[in-house]
């Protein structure tokens, strides 16, 4: 090819590149997702009102690479009458697919468990009026290492 075409070729190449970028850029959709988003999906909580009462929310934190991984949720929905735990990924974990797990166990009843390599969000919802509850929250680091996460003890009971 002559150079005069190789050339042209290549501004009319970085020419529809620069066009085309920030078109890109615009269209991505956010990787970040909220436990607002969380409660209301069908893939977490599955609760269409969106209302919800905070019982507790603790960090998940990868001690070896000095990070923060994700935050497990222990949520109330007094119009559904049941209990949702979502293990929410942050921070650099957010949008990167691992192990990730959200468990909810009700006294006297099923265990409800959501695992899988997700890269924003587990979430385990289930009934759970007049019974004890504990949860479990688990993600895997995403730089090597093991699995990090936390267990109660029953705790709730009404």
Partial sequence: MPPTYRRILLRIGLALGLVLAPISFAASPASAHTIGEA????????????RYTTLTREDLWDDRNNMPL????????????ENCVVTLRVGRADGV???????????????????GNYAHYAAAAGYAAGTCIRWTGSIKAIYGGGIYGTTTQWRYCS
């Fill in 97 to 115: 697919a691992s192990y990730t797990e959200a468990v909810l166990e009700r006294q006297g009843g099923s265990t409800i468990r959501d695992e």
């Fill in 39 to 50: 409660v209301v999906s069908e893939q977490g909580c599955g609760w269409p009102n969106g």
């Fill in 70 to 81: 994700g935050e497990v949720w222990a949520l109330w929905n007094g119009t559904y009458q």
